[in-house]
C-alpha cells in the first residue's frame, strides 16, 4: 500500500477529497499523516475525523517562511515514515531544500490556475482580474520555484459573465476534489 502524507493550511477540502477516493476505492493509497503550519486549520480536524494522525509544524511565527529547520525534521519525520508520496493541498509556504532533495519527483501540489497562468495567491481571483475566459486547476510535481514543477494534470473551468472571485473558486473547489485524487494516482503509478 503506498503511503501519502498531506500538507495543508486552510479548510483541507482536497485533503478531504483524498481521504474519499481512498474509502472509495479509487485510489490504492493510505494517507499516513496529515501536517500543518496552521494550529487553527480545519484540514487538522478532518484528519481526526477519518483516523489519520496529525501534527502542527511550528514555523516560529513567521507568516510565510518554511524555515529550514523545520523543513530538516519535517524530512526526517516523513522518512520515519516511510512515505511514497507528499501533497500539498491548500499548503501556504514554499517548500525547498532540504526537503525538495529528501523527496525528489514525490511532491506534488494542487493549484487553482491554469499554469504556467497566474501563479501564486488568490490565483482565481487573478484569473478574473485579468479576464481571462478559462480557468481551472493544475496538479504539478513541486520544483524550487513558486508553482512552477512539470504538469501532471489539469482541469478546466469556464468563467462566467456574473462571476465573483467566490463563485469563480469554489466551482474551480468542485474540479479540484476530482482532479487532484486522479493526478495522485497518476503520479503513484509512475514511481
Ligand atoms: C485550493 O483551492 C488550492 O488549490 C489552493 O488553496 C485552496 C485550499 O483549499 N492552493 C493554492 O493556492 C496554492 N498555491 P482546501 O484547504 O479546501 O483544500
Known sequence: MLRLAVLGSGSG?????????????????????????????????????????????DCGGYKNKFPLEVQAAVAQKLKELKVD???LAGFMRLVKEPLLSAFPRRILNIHPALLPSF????????????????????????????DTGEIIMQAYVPVLPDDTPESLHARIQVQEHILYPAAILSA???L
Open 13 to 57: 477540502s482536497n485533503c478531504q477529497s483524498i481521504f474519499n477516493a481512498i474509502k472509495e476505492g479509487r485510489l490504492d493509497a493510505e494517507v499516513v499523516l496529515v501536517l500543518s503550519d496552521n494550529p487553527d486549520a480545519y484540514i487538522l480536524e478532518r484528519a481526526r475525523l477519518n483516523g489519520v494522525p496529525a501534527e502542527v509544524m
Open 85 to 87: 508520496m507528499v501533497c
Open 119 to 146: 501563479p501564486g495567491v488568490e490565483a482565481w481571483r487573478q484569473a478574473l482580474e485579468a479576464g481571462a475566459t478559462q480557468a481551472g486547476c493544475t496538479v504539478h510535481y513541486v520544483d524550487a520555484g513558486m
Open 188 to 190: 503513484l503509478s509512475r
